[in-house]
């Protein structure tokens, strides 16, 4: 069974601060992706990562996928209120179809006006 | 275009009963996954169908199962419910299998459902 291991498990930082949350797994990922959820809602996918080493951008916020593929952070610059949420990392491995996705704990992130 | 939706969004039980769970996955969408979510565990696969065939099953009991229908909408049932079944189920929609890592899936809000 393979497990993935995020953290930090809860942050709570300022209006402004910058942060990266982070992804790990002792095993490669075949994928990789970064879920945002916010309350009474469903997670919304952000973004995919396949190649190591990949760096992909979403306005402030930047998602790296290791050299090896077994890691990933996602980092927030300046960061505003609205970007408080729990943020999901979510790994696959295995080339299959059948190849399931498997989630991390999530990291809550609270950020103060 | 509908996302997905879940009904009922909230629902309460006591230990024993039976719940019956439904996603209608968005106009298209093929593939319907379930997941359940709670503060411990995180999200945990529960199972997916597709074209009305289980292809994908987590980790769970056999007290929790699904089907999908004809026109892709999808039902969880849970039976002989305990504490622990306290949750927020989600579903998501896909087009294909959702094993590919371009197939997109999109969750719908949930069902929250607390047993007592």
């Known amino acids: 069974t393979q497990l993935l291991e995020q953290s930090p498990q809860f942050l709570s930082i300022q209006e402004g601060e910058n942060l990266t949350v982070y992804c790990n797994s002792s095993?490669?990922?075949?994928?990789l992706q970064w879920y945002r959820q916010e309350p009474g809602e469903g997670p919304v996918l952000l973004v995919t990562v396949v190649t190591g080493g990949e760096v992909k951008k979403l306005k402030r916020l930047t998602f790296q996928f290791g050299d090896a593929r077994k890691d990933s952070s996602l980092h927030i610059t300046a960061a505003q209120p609205g970007d408080t949420g729990l943020y999901l990392c979510a790994g696959r491995w295995g080339e299959t179809s059948g190849s399931r996705l498997t989630f991390g704990e999530g990291t809550q992130l609270t950020v103060n006006p | 275009k509908a996302g997905v939706t879940q009904t009922p969004r909230y629902l309460i039980k006591t230990r024993g009963q039976q719940v019956t769970l439904s996603c209608s996955p968005i106009s298209g969408h093929r593939s319907v996954s379930w997941y359940q979510q709670t503060p411990g565990q995180g999200l945990q696969f529960l199972f997916e169908y597709f074209s009305e065939t289980q292809r994908n099953k987590g980790n769970f009991p056999g007290r929790f199962s699904g089907r999908q229908f004809s026109n892709s909408r999808s039902e969880m049932n849970v039976s002989t419910l305990e504490l622990g079944d306290s949750a927020l189920y989600l579903c998501a929609s896909s087009l294909g299998l959702a094993g590919g890592p371009w197939n997109e899936q999109f969750f719908g809000p949930g069902t929250r459902l607390t047993v007592l």
């Open positions: 095993s490669v990922f075949s994928s």
